[in-house]
């Protein structure tokens, strides 16, 4: 099966930058879209971010568009989360996830994504 790691989490004052990585073993990286969601504690898990599988077009909501930039490196097996201009919302642990069937769309629900990785802490302070 699919295994996804996410990395680069961490405390960052608002304002600031985070890029957060995920790199994928198994399966076939290039033939799946690839989203980022987060969760909040006593929230529910949201969509940040989307991809198509060979990087040609995203999807953002409105709560991080112009902020957060999805993007991937299929020779590495890995899909990034550049996180700019962080707000104390922006606090959650994000996870990233493997959209493997009908990919001609970018889903934005998490019944699509058969695949998720552990998660990792982003913290922002204000």
């Known amino acids: 099966q699919v295994q996804l790691v996410e990395s680069g989490g961490g405390l960052v004052q608002a304002g600031g930058s985070l890029r957060l990585s995920c790199a994928a073993s198994g399966g076939t990286f290039s033939s799946y879209n690839m989203g980022w969601f987060r969760q909040a504690p006593g929230k529910e898990r949201e969509f940040v971010a989307g991809i198509k599988w060979n990087g040609g077009s995203t999807y953002y909501p409105d709560s991080v568009k112009g902020r957060f930039t999805i993007s991937r490196d299929n020779a590495k097996n890995t899909v990034y989360l550049q996180m700019n201009s962080l707000k104390p919302e922006d606090t959650a642990v994000y996870y990233c996830?493997?959209?493997?069937?009908?990919?001609?769309?970018?889903?934005?629900?998490?019944?699509?994504?058969?695949?998720w990785g552990q998660g990792t802490q982003v913290t922002v302070s204000s």
């Open positions: 996830a493997a959209q493997t069937s009908n990919i001609l769309i970018i889903h934005t629900t998490i019944g699509r994504y058969a695949f």
